[in-house]
Protein backbone atom coordinates (compact mmCIF):
# COMPACT_ATOMS: atom_id res chain seq x y z
CA UNK A 1 0.00 0.00 0.00
CA UNK A 2 1.60 3.49 -0.40
CA UNK A 3 1.88 5.45 2.18
CA UNK A 4 0.00 8.64 0.20
CA UNK A 5 -2.85 5.64 0.82
CA UNK A 6 -2.01 4.88 4.85
CA UNK A 7 -2.15 8.75 5.35
CA UNK A 8 -5.44 8.83 3.99
CA UNK A 9 -7.28 6.18 5.68
CA UNK A 10 -5.89 7.21 8.49
CA UNK A 11 -7.04 11.05 8.43
CA UNK A 12 -10.46 9.18 7.95
CA UNK A 13 -9.93 6.85 11.05
CA UNK A 14 -9.05 10.30 12.73
CA UNK A 15 -12.13 12.15 11.46
CA UNK A 16 -14.77 9.00 12.35
CA UNK A 17 -13.20 9.14 15.90
CA UNK A 18 -15.92 12.51 16.09
CA UNK A 19 -18.86 9.95 15.93
CA UNK A 20 -18.26 8.98 19.36
CA UNK A 21 -18.31 12.59 21.55
CA UNK A 22 -21.36 13.67 18.63
CA UNK A 23 -24.79 13.15 20.78
CA UNK A 24 -27.75 12.22 18.99
CA UNK A 25 -30.97 14.90 19.92
CA UNK A 26 -33.25 12.34 20.68
CA UNK A 27 -33.62 10.38 24.25
CA UNK A 28 -33.27 6.54 24.50
CA UNK A 29 -35.72 4.72 26.89
CA UNK A 30 -33.24 5.37 29.91
CA UNK A 31 -33.64 9.59 29.60
CA UNK A 32 -29.89 9.01 28.24
CA UNK A 33 -28.24 10.36 25.04
CA UNK A 34 -26.40 7.66 22.77
CA UNK A 35 -23.32 8.91 20.61
CA UNK A 36 -23.82 9.01 16.89
CA UNK A 37 -20.89 6.05 17.31
CA UNK A 38 -23.51 3.81 19.76
CA UNK A 39 -26.20 4.46 17.43
CA UNK A 40 -24.17 3.36 14.39
CA UNK A 41 -22.80 0.36 16.49
CA UNK A 42 -26.15 -0.65 17.29
CA UNK A 43 -27.98 -0.55 14.22
CA UNK A 44 -25.11 -2.42 12.56
CA UNK A 45 -25.61 -5.37 15.42
CA UNK A 46 -29.45 -5.06 14.59
CA UNK A 47 -28.65 -5.54 10.98
CA UNK A 48 -26.66 -9.02 11.80
CA UNK A 49 -28.95 -10.07 14.06
CA UNK A 50 -32.15 -9.97 12.15
CA UNK A 51 -30.65 -10.26 8.46
CA UNK A 52 -30.53 -14.60 8.72
CA UNK A 53 -34.34 -14.60 10.03
CA UNK A 54 -35.89 -12.24 7.02
CA UNK A 55 -38.15 -13.59 4.47
CA UNK A 56 -36.42 -12.55 1.44
CA UNK A 57 -32.29 -12.35 1.97
CA UNK A 58 -30.57 -9.22 1.86
CA UNK A 59 -27.05 -8.78 0.83
CA UNK A 60 -25.89 -8.31 4.42
CA UNK A 61 -22.32 -6.84 3.50
CA UNK A 62 -24.11 -3.92 1.43
CA UNK A 63 -26.58 -3.49 4.58
CA UNK A 64 -23.31 -2.97 7.01
CA UNK A 65 -21.33 -0.80 5.28
CA UNK A 66 -24.56 1.42 4.44
CA UNK A 67 -24.95 1.80 8.44
CA UNK A 68 -21.38 2.16 9.15
CA UNK A 69 -21.50 5.03 6.94
CA UNK A 70 -24.82 6.75 6.73
CA UNK A 71 -23.94 9.15 9.82
CA UNK A 72 -20.49 9.86 9.25
CA UNK A 73 -22.16 13.66 7.61
CA UNK A 74 -22.72 14.00 11.50
CA UNK A 75 -19.46 14.12 12.27
CA UNK A 76 -18.59 17.41 10.87
CA UNK A 77 -22.07 18.84 11.71
CA UNK A 78 -23.74 17.22 14.31
CA UNK A 79 -27.30 15.36 14.71
CA UNK A 80 -30.20 16.82 13.43
CA UNK A 81 -33.23 15.94 15.10
CA UNK A 82 -36.27 15.45 12.67
CA UNK A 83 -38.74 18.11 14.04
CA UNK A 84 -37.17 20.96 12.27
CA UNK A 85 -39.38 23.45 9.83
CA UNK A 86 -39.13 23.96 5.80
CA UNK A 87 -36.46 26.80 6.50
CA UNK A 88 -33.84 24.58 8.97
CA UNK A 89 -34.38 21.60 6.47
CA UNK A 90 -33.33 23.97 3.82
CA UNK A 91 -29.78 24.86 6.32
CA UNK A 92 -29.55 21.06 7.01
CA UNK A 93 -29.56 19.75 3.45
CA UNK A 94 -26.96 22.99 2.61
CA UNK A 95 -24.66 22.12 5.57
CA UNK A 96 -24.88 17.92 4.59
CA UNK A 97 -23.94 19.09 0.62
CA UNK A 98 -20.97 21.27 2.06
CA UNK A 99 -19.66 19.08 4.70
CA UNK A 100 -20.08 15.88 1.96
CA UNK A 101 -17.92 17.64 -0.36
CA UNK A 102 -15.12 17.99 2.11
CA UNK A 103 -15.49 14.19 3.46
CA UNK A 104 -14.83 13.69 -0.86
CA UNK A 105 -11.20 14.73 -0.22
Known amino acids: ?10 KFLEFSQKLKAQERTIKL ?5 ESVADHSWH ?7 VA ?4 DQVDLLRVLKMVL ?3 LVEAEIGDIGHGYTAV ?3 LKEKNKDKRKKRLKR
Open 43 to 49: LGLMALV
Open 1 to 10: MKSSAVIQIL
Open 69 to 71: VHD
Open 88 to 90: DKK
Open 52 to 55: PNLK
Open 29 to 33: SDHRH
